[in-house]
């Protein structure tokens, strides 16, 4: 089991900027990934960005180039940095920490969700 404590959410204008925060507990298994999805009111869960524990980045399509994540292994932490958000990025932002549990078996744990609202 995986606790996160996510933070950084808020109301924002376009073409602002937030730093969303996600701590995830210690455990006895290695973290593999760390990351951000989004789900917006009507509409499916989706990508945002993820970070490995080695590094290697994803992100969404209409992201890359706005949003950087970056991870702090030692703290268990990961922080995406929203630049020049638009309207359509407001959803519930959720984090996602997939843990490698051994042979080749991954379980991926999710926190409740921080909200953001872009207004125009």
């Known amino acids: 089991q995986v606790h996160m404590v996510e933070s950084g959410g808020g109301l924002v204008q376009a073409g602002g900027s937030l730093r969303l925060t996600c701590a995830a507990s210690d455990n006895i298994y290695s973290i593999e990934a760390m990351g951000w999805y989004r789900q917006a009111p009507g509409k499916q869960r989706e990508l945002v960005a993820i970070?490995?524990?080695?590094?290697?980045?994803n992100y969404g399509d209409s992201m890359r180039g706005r949003f950087t994540i970056s991870r702090d292994n030692a703290k268990n932490t990961v922080y995406l940095e929203m630049n020049s958000l638009k309207p359509e990025d407001t959803a519930l932002y959720s984090c996602?920490?997939?843990?490698?549990?051994?042979?080749?078996?991954?379980?991926?744990?999710w926190g409740r969700g921080t909200r953001v609202t872009v207004s125009s």
């Open positions: 996602a920490t997939t843990l490698d549990l051994g042979r080749g078996v991954q379980q991926r744990y």
């Open positions: 970070v490995t524990s080695g590094g290697r980045t």
